[in-house]
T-cell receptor
Framework: EPEVTQTPSHQVTQMGQEVILRCVPISNHLYFYWYRQILGQKVEFLVSFYNNEISEKSEIFDDQFSVERPDGSNFTLKIRSTKLEDSAMYFC???????????????FGPGTRLLVL | AQKVTQAQTEISVVEKEDVTLDCVYETRDTTYYLFWYKQPPSGELVFLIRRNSFDEQNEISGRYSWNFQKSTSSFNFTITASQVVDSAVYFCALSEEYGNKLVFGAGTILRVKS
């Protein structure tokens, strides 16, 4: 069964460093997402991406964050200068749909646990 | 604005008991979609069910069943004859018609003891 994969599973970084989290969405999916979950809290939407551009982003997704689809399979989240409060589990998700993603099911990867020291 | 409330922070049951997880949502849209996801101790998010706002039929899948009631804006999830492997955090989520982000509830921790 196709699945979303994410690398690395864990990342430890120093405050102020740049990190890139990588995701390989399900191959025939067209919408891609990033969410984060601070330890013990709810899952929060960061950004959605379709047709090589951001379709929606949350207030959390400020100028420190960027997303990219550098090739036909990878989808990345970059945090330019990490802060202590960026420590969280970051989930990538993807959904099918060739147009407006009308409530399509989003399938999540296993997550990357980011720890900023 | 959309909002999902899972008022039960944590529930503990003994194996074979039935358990219902509550979910109440708020939205101004007439078309919307509701989801349940399971997060086991390993941390991944596992999709369980999707429902659109026009389909109020209850659904049963094995030991799982879902009760969608638009009149009370609720989408509750029942596990029948719970098992230890059901221990996880369960999230209810909502997406509206125009927009594709999921808004999650705070989650309910379910502990099933043997």
């Amino acid at each position: 069964e196709p699945e979303v994969t994410q690398t690395p599973s864990h990342q430890v970084t120093q405050m102020g460093q740049e990190v890139i989290l990588r995701c390989v969405p399900i191959s025939n999916h067209l919408y891609f997402y990033w969410y984060r979950q601070i330890l013990g809290q709810k899952v929060e939407f960061l950004v959605s991406f379709y047709n090589n551009e951001i379709s929606e982003k949350s207030e959390i997704f400020d100028d420190q964050f960027s997303v990219e689809r550098p090739d036909g399979s990878n989808f990345t989240l970059k945090i330019r200068s990490t802060k202590l409060e960026d420590s969280a589990m970051y989930f990538c998700a993807s959904s099918a749909s060739s147009g407006r993603a009308l409530g399509e099911t989003q399938y999540f990867g296993p997550g990357t646990r980011l720890l900023v020291l | 604005a959309q909002k999902v409330t899972q008022a039960q922070t944590e529930i503990s049951v003994v194996e074979k008991e039935d358990v219902t997880l509550d979910c109440v949502y708020e939205t101004r849209d007439t078309t919307y979609y509701l989801f349940w996801y399971k997060q086991p101790p390993s941390g991944e998010l596992v999709f369980l069910i999707r429902r659109n706002s026009f389909d109020e039929q209850n659904e049963i899948s094995g030991r799982y069943s879902w009760n969608f009631q638009k009149s009370t804006s609720s989408f509750n999830f029942t596990i029948t004859a719970s098992q230890v492997v059901d221990s996880a955090v369960y999230f209810c989520a909502l997406s509206e018609e125009y927009g594709n982000k999921l808004v999650f509830g705070a989650g309910t921790i379910l502990r099933v003891k043997s």
